[in-house]
């Protein structure tokens, strides 16, 4: 190793150090690095082509490095708020048939250079291959060869990505993989071009294409094109395969312990997700979606303290992005601290009131209304309804509606959705006419019911409105309700029948096995229907656990059950608070549910 490059690397080093926070003895940890564009200073347009080269082919080798993440930025700016500690930038020129490079690595928080190096090319366009290697090196002396020797493959990566056409990115992709057929990051490039124009089938064509190259295309490679083509396929088994193959490759790419993670959850494997959060946290510590992920995890586990905690460290990396507040929000909710939980959520809109169309403000009202306070609720309703307004929510008028009902206000919530059903406003009255059809079996009007779902069965095809009306079917026990396939569906449908003939001990063994396969943060519906038939059976103590938790609140569309489980859920929960003798609390919450059932008629 040359003195030069030994004074840089050591520069690199104590910076690195410094900016994660850790010593040599410590676990290593990533390292954010961004590369800016190399500027041509040749004064020859032809040369275009070499500063994008030269940052494919550097990120290309940097990223295969367990501590580093290398990512292509136009600007220092870009690079800070993606959270690069140190940049990468510099230009070329050239002297006779070579290209000389001047580049430099400074911080992005004080623009302090910390090494600089000039580098020269073989003669010949030959000489891109070792300048990359070179330039690699300069950053990272462990960096791994290109996993190409072709420069054309390269060059024409770059040009692909660079091109203002589709037909130019297309035709530069080609002439890479005649090049060299085993380059996979070309095929992965090719693809992406392709989904950017839409062209889905012509995509998957690329990716089968590499794929039947087989072992010429490396392992790590071979698991992004499949993960791509799982992706484009919506082949969620070979989607799981390919990310959990990836991760196993690339521990510390906290992006794919993130989805892995996600995909765990979603096959009810919370704890199994959690600790894969907590491991991916310890290696990267400034990825926001990571400590996200990391608090809803620990929320489903009913860890108060940690999930707090997690969300701290996001709103560190993310102190001026509503998500934070909105995720606040959500975990509070979800721990029963309703005002804590609205506070958040107005803080959220606040900061940006386009997040979620606004809908953080809907999840205040939510949040509101378990604390009892109806004014206070419809008054952020309000402000909700009005922005949407504004915006043309073809369903602002449905979501007025069922909140009215939900609320209490029942003939003046029945009264607006009837108006609904009847306007002929296309998907949105079947969804109205499906919402009634459930209000009118709960309330005693079973022939009603049936009729209006049947009625949306034979017109509609929303998928919302469908399978309100044939929650409607099996419930009522309706003629043909057994067509229903098996499954959580056709489940859900039977223990609702059940409760509405007052079988609680039957539809508490149908609910039991519901209840533990949905995700803790959506479960609170199941959660009441599961505690209401428990207590009714004689089993409250058994009900306790699920009216201790409430899930997370909708976005703005409430689920077809909330105005079956709420404000029940208060009573359930008052119910269980005086069996465990703690009286005072139970008419506390009692007083609540009063106030909101006041107005029901």
């Known amino acids: 190793m040359s003195s030069s490059l030994l004074r840089g690397w050591l520069l690199f080093t104590a910076a690195w150090l410094a900016a994660a926070g850790c010593s040599p003895s410590r676990p290593q940890t990533v390292q954010r690095l961004a590369v800016l564009p190399f500027e041509n200073l040749s004064g020859d347009p032809s040369l275009d082509w070499v500063g994008p080269a030269l940052r494919e082919g550097i990120v290309l080798q940097l990223n295969t490095l367990p501590h580093l993440r290398a990512g292509m930025f136009q600007n220092a700016r870009d ?12 230009y070329f020129v050239r002297t006779g048939s070579r290209l000389r490079l001047e580049a430099e690595q400074r911080r992005t928080d004080t623009g302090k250079v910390l090494a600089r190096r000039r580098l020269e090319s073989p003669a010949g366009s030959e000489g891109i291959l070792p300048l990359c290697a070179e330039l690699a090196r300069f950053l990272d002396p462990s960096a791994p060869p290109l996993e190409t020797s072709s420069p054309a493959a390269l060059r024409a990566l770059a040009v692909g990505r660079i091109s203002p056409t589709l037909a130019a990115a297309v035709e530069a992709f080609e002439r890479g993989a ?36 087989g072992e010429r295309i490396p392992a790590r490679r071979r698991a992004e094109i499949a993960m791509l083509r799982a992706r ?17 490759m690339t521990p510390s790419d906290t992006g794919l312990q993130v989805e892995l993670s996600r995909q765990e959850a979603a096959e009810g494997n919370y704890d199994a997700g959690a600790q894969r959060l907590r491991r991916a946290v310890q290696v990267d510590r400034e990825e926001p979606s990571a400590w996200n992920d990391l608090a809803y995890a620990e929320a489903r586990l009913g860890r108060r303290a940690e999930a707090q905690a997690a969300l701290a460290a996001y709103q560190r990396l993310a102190p001026r992005e509503a998500n934070p507040l909105d995720s606040l929000g959500d975990i509070c909710y979800h721990f029963g601290e309703f005002d804590a939980a609205a506070k958040a959520y107005q803080e959220a809109f606040d900061r940006d009131p386009s997040f979620l169309g606004g809908a953080t403000l809907y999840k205040a009202a939510r949040a509101k209304l378990m604390l009892g306070d109806v004014s206070g609720a419809q008054e952020i309703l309000r402000r909700y309804l009005e922005l949407r307004r504004r915006g043309a929510d073809p369903l602002v008028d449905f979501v007025h509606a069922d909140w009215l009902y939900l609320a209490g206000e029942r003939q003046e919530g029945r009264r607006l959705m009837e108006a609904l059903a009847g306007s002929g406003a296309g998907e949105v009255s079947e969804l109205a006419r499906s919402r009634l059809a459930l209000w009118n079996l709960t309330s005693g009007r079973k022939d009603e019911a049936v009729s209006l779902a049947r009625g949306v069965l034979q017109r509609s095809q929303a998928p919302a409105a469908r399978s309100a009306a044939l929650l409607v079917v099996v419930i009522a026990g309706a003629p043909g309700w057994e067509g229903v396939p098996e499954g959580l569906f056709r489940s859900l449908g039977l223990a609702c029948r059940a409760l509405l003939d007052r079988r609680f001990d039957q539809a508490a063994q149908i609910l039991k096995p519901l209840h533990q396969s949905t995700d803790p943060l959506s479960q609170d519906q199941l959660g009441a229907l599961l505690a209401w038939a428990l207590i009714e059976a004689g089993q409250t103590a058994e009900a306790a656990p699920l009216v201790a938790m409430h899930g997370t609140p909708p976005a703005g569309l409430e689920p077809p059950l909330s105005f079956w489980t709420f404000p029940r859920v208060l009573e359930l929960k008052a119910k269980v608070l005086a069996a465990q003798g703690r009286r005072r609390e139970a008419e506390q919450l009692e007083a609540v549910y009063r106030r909101i059932t006041s107005g029901v008629r």
């Open 79 to 90: 690079a800070a708020s993606a959270r690069a500690r140190i940049v990468v930038a510099g």
């Open 232 to 248: 484009v396929e919506g082949d969620r088994a070979a989607l799981r395969k390919a990310v959990a193959e990836l991760a196993a």
């Open 178 to 213: 005649q090049a060299d057929p085993g380059f996979g990051p070309l095929y992965i490039a090719w693809a992406q071009a392709l989904l950017q124009h839409n062209q889905s089938a012509a995509a998957l064509g690329v990716l089968r294409r590499a794929q039947e190259l």
